[in-house]
């Protein structure tokens, strides 16, 4: 284990809250998607898994935020949280509490945004589901590309709601060939794509053959504006995308290991920090989080 | 036509943009019912509006020139949290979409001279999940380094939830950051511009931001669902902003809040009572807060909106209006327009 990810294990390992989860910044509240990411963060560093107790605290903790239905849920809250994609991606990668993880995927095709079909100031097949940030709103891009690659890890690619939610992703891409939270077009005006949200959704795309031009549009985005607009999360993401689509990083990596701090954080950000150790491990010929198996590449959707 | 049908294609309409959605007329009744017939008088406030041509002017002495027409809210900065809250919602290099950072520094250096405890800017950008990267490329991080301010990104921040006295959007209640629900005084610092949902976005509208993304997604579409007006009125009313400045130095006309185009303003706006700023920011841009349905609610709680009621620091709105152009469906907003609808 190189001292970039050592540094950052340790910090990592430092910011745990008493209860074992993470919080998005010490000291906060804990949440679930830095305790995603930390947990697959930790299982990552090549030699050194995370420690037991380290692990079991924090899978019980997220154990106990999933509700009845199946769903994460905030502390103080009780509506469905769009992590819970999140959830079903960690547990498919520890392989553990399988029961838990199909649990919490048999909510996620329960769980849909609502139809759009009626709204004319936008340009977009309202008549598409994905999945929304919160019950009862729209699908927007990001919850849907979780959602996705959630379902897909646990062998749900060929179900209606997979392949209606690919071709909503595929509708929302901006002119620009990036993606943005999800409208491509106001009244009339194109809007620009994020780095974050394509690089999300070329991941989620990535075993769709009939969405090869929408994908090949996108790293053409990533690939012209990664060159000017880089932070801690849009380069470990685009890091993440562009392993998995076989793209050379090193440029990339070498930018996110600058911009790691000396306590070996990326700006005190622990969902931040995870995602840039996964990138690392991912580009030094570790596993990719995001990355969908192979044999699993579809013709048409 | 009904309330109820109403309301239902005012929420679908608004929610799908992902910045929300206005309807022309109708709906009054809802409101009405809401906020009963009689409505308590309307009181005074006083509004500062100061010249500034550039971002090079003295800003720091602008704003203290400002402050102190508020002597009673200085006496509350004084041993305050203060958070403030500009507006950072996307970066693109040839548009002023942002409060600019240099406004942002010169508050800093004001409210600590007047002797605040702590002073901390916040945000939670409503589209753009990569906070950092729209806090560096606006700027805002160098002046905050600059200033040795931290910067909290409230879509990340510990939060909890806080019931809705007046309700307006059903919600019962909404999660708040506990960075914000810390705040001794809560300070809004939008842009001066028109809003392609909304009409304007000014210091009230501004505390969308407020709202947590990790709770409500990006964009916070829930509110849209519930009413833009609806959701202003019942986020302003749960954390009441103790002051305002609005960045006017530089506005955006046409199709705001993204994609309009630049104004050379050339003023900053600020006061203790947020409608009242925000009414006088929407004349100051040519356009009749009386028109503005959420400024009217905001009327039934203590805030001010009449010109008459209005005592006016600094520079008259005549001197420094400048009419900004706004998209076709707002033409009713346009001072003088002899369109007499209300828009919500």
New interface residues.
Partial sequence: MNHRIASARNFLLGVRNPCGAW???RG??S?P?PTCYGLLALASTEGQPAPETARDAALGWLASRVGPQGALV?E??DEP??STSLLVITLTRLGCQLELQQKAARFLLRWSG?E?S??T??TLD?TLHGW???S???S?V??TCYALLALKLVGQSQHPRVIEAERMLVDRACQDGGW????RV??G?S??G????TALAALALQDVTAAREAINRGLAFLEREIKN??????LALTILCFHAFARPVADLVAALESRQESDGSW?Q?I??TALAVLALQAAAGGSNIFMLPRSGAKAAS | MNDRFNRRQFLKKMAIAGVGGTVIGGGLFYWRNRLGKVLPPEAHARVTILKAASYRANLVDLIRRGLSNYPAFLERVRGSRIVLKPNLVEYYEARRVNTHPAVVAAAIAVFRSFGAREIVVAEGPGHQRDTELLVEESGLWEALKSEQTPFVDLNHDSIRPVRLSANYTQLNRLFFPVTILGADLIVSMPKLKTHHWAGVTLSLKNMFGTVPGVKYGWPKNLLHWRGIDRSIVDINLALRPAFAIIDGIEGMEGDGPLRGETVQSGVLIMGDNPTAVDATGTRVMGLNPERILYLQVMRAHGGVLGETHIEQAGERVATVRHDFQVLPNFSCLKLGSPERKLLQ
């Fill in positions: 919080p998005y910044r906060q509240q949440s998607e905030l103080g809250d949280h769009w609502e759009t009626k709204i100031e936008v309202g929304p940030w919160i009862g709103t729209f927007w990001e919850p943005n939270y999800g409208n106001i009244y005006a809007l620009h994020f780095l974050s949200s607009h880089q932070s801690s999360l849009t700006r950000q969902h931040q």
